[in-house]
T-cell receptor, first 114, second 113 residues
């Protein structure tokens, strides 16, 4: 079965540094998402992306965050200047074009900001 | 926007016990409803879904029925196993140009042998 793949599985960075989290969504999917889960807390929506543009973003997704689909297969989340509170598990997801289609999640990237 | 109220955990059961995890939601429009499961140390996996009123989603012995009149989607299993120990998330989606999910806080289920 096709999968969403995320790399790296664990990223450690120093406060203030830029990080790029990478995702390869399922190839025929049209909608792409980033969610995050701070340890012990709920899964929070960050951003959705469709037709090469952001379709919705949450309050968390401020100017330090950006997303890009640089080619036909990758979907990236960039955090420009990381803060300690950005430490979390970041999940990429993708879905087909219908409302009944479930989101398929990757296994996540654990980001640790020191 | 959508919101989800999910039964507070943790829930601890003995093997073969009956499980119910309550979920109610508020949503604009007519969402599809999903239960996701997160096993220890892993990502989110789709457990089951329902797309219209009175639909019953089922998988691995779990069931949930889309109740539009009560805006509920309670998860049930007749006989839980130790391997069902995980965090369970109820999640309606939104429509329009964006089918994002809104997650509940999650319910931690621990099944003891």
């Amino acid at each position: 079965e096709p999968e969403v793949t995320q790399t790296p599985s664990h990223q450690v960075t120093q406060m203030g540094q830029e990080v790029i989290l990478r995702c390869v969504p399922i190839s025929n999917h049209l909608y792409f998402y980033w969610y995050r889960q701070i340890l012990g807390q709920k899964v929070e929506f960050l951003v959705s992306f469709y037709n090469n543009e952001i379709s919705e973003k949450s309050e968390i997704f401020d100017d330090q965050f950006s997303v890009e689909r640089p080619d036909g297969s990758n979907f990236t989340l960039k955090i420009r200047s990381t803060k300690l509170e950005d430490s979390a598990m970041y999940f990429c997801a993708s879905s087909e074009w219908t409302g009944a289609s479930p989101l398929h999640f990757g296994n996540g990237t654990r980001l640790t900001v020191t | 926007g959508n919101s989800v109220t999910q039964m507070e955990g943790p829930v601890t059961l003995s093997e073969e016990a009956f499980l119910t995890i309550n979920c109610t939601y508020t949503a604009t429009g007519y969402p599809s409803l999903f239960w996701y499961v997160q096993y220890p140390g892993e990502g989110l996996q789709l457990l089951l879904k329902a797309t219209k009123a009175d639909d019953k989603g089922s998988n691995k012995g779990f069931e949930a029925t889309y109740r539009k009149e009560t805006t509920s989607f309670h998860l049930e299993k007749g006989s839980v196993q130790v391997s069902d120990s995980a965090v369970y998330f109820c999640a309606p989606n939104s429509g329009g140009s964006n089918y994002k999910l809104t997650f509940g806080k999650g319910t931690l289920l621990t099944v003891n042998p």
